[in-house]
């Protein structure tokens, strides 16, 4: 197995080599460090090919305090290309969300949800609140699309964030602009850790519902969603996502086939900062649930 500190390459984007357990553990450390606040990003194949286009967002990554995969198809081409490390596990940000409230009600940590769909965050709290007793969800807020860039708004934000002091800050807004909107406002914010989690709370409210456990192993939760809203993920998925994946694996297969030369592997770094005990945990694996009618009419 791989060492928690490594790093693995794919498409020019590097990613942390964690497990799930571990990537919350890192998470409770920058919390814990608390000498500048940090960002974690949640990459899959569309932010794959949103960098490609994108040297802002290139930056955010490059200067990320970690980067979890997000998707199968970026563990899956881990393990195909033999110049690299296999990544160890999927670690996406819609079981983040589940793991982060699960360490909340064991620690204290105080979590706040920003954006999603109206109503999403609230409906996503209530229900969090019942599934992990004692979880700290410190506040939620839904800004308006319409005056969301406004300095009234944004100084409205940056106050309800002040007032409510979270440890976490998770951010629904869809990439790049989540990830973009973290990178320009936390130094100002000045919360620990700010991760983007995209449509998590819209999937914790059970106004999305999550594909089978089955369909996520198997790597085609793309499938599903994509059936589940065509005319909005068609775009993403058939004409964006779906050509890149197709030349990264061209790509590795001439790796394998030892047709194009290996790229180096990226030195191991050390590690940030050790686990206080206090915030040592160990997480179990979140199985997605559907919400009972009685939560959802919360």
Partial sequence: MSPLNEQVVISDTRFDNVTMTAAVERILQLVHKADAPQHVCTGNLDHLALLKEDAEFREIYASSALVLADGMPIVWLSRLRPDT???IERVAGSDLLLEL??????????????????????????????RFPGVQICGTYCPPKETFDTP?????????LRDANPDVLLVGLGAPKQEKWIARHKMQLSVPVSIGVGGSFEMAAGMVLRAPRLIQ?????????????????????????????LQLTHEALLVRAGLRRPRPRPLIEEPRTTVPQKL??????VQPTEPTEASLRK
């Fill in 85 to 87: 490390a296999d990544l």
């Fill in 101 to 130: 409230c699960r360490a909340s009600a064991w620690t204290g940590l105080k979590l706040f949800f920003l954006g999603g769909m109206p109503g999403a965050a609230d409906a996503a709290k209530a229900i969090l609140e019942e």
């Fill in 152 to 160: 009234e708004e944004q100084a409205k934000i940056a106050q309800i």
């Fill in 217 to 245: 192993k198997t790597g085609m939760e793309w499938a599903w969603r994509l059936l589940q809203d065509p005319k909005r993920l068609y775009k993403r998925y058939i004409c964006r996502d779906l050509p890149l994946l």
């Fill in 280 to 285: 040592n945990i160990t997480t179990a694996p």
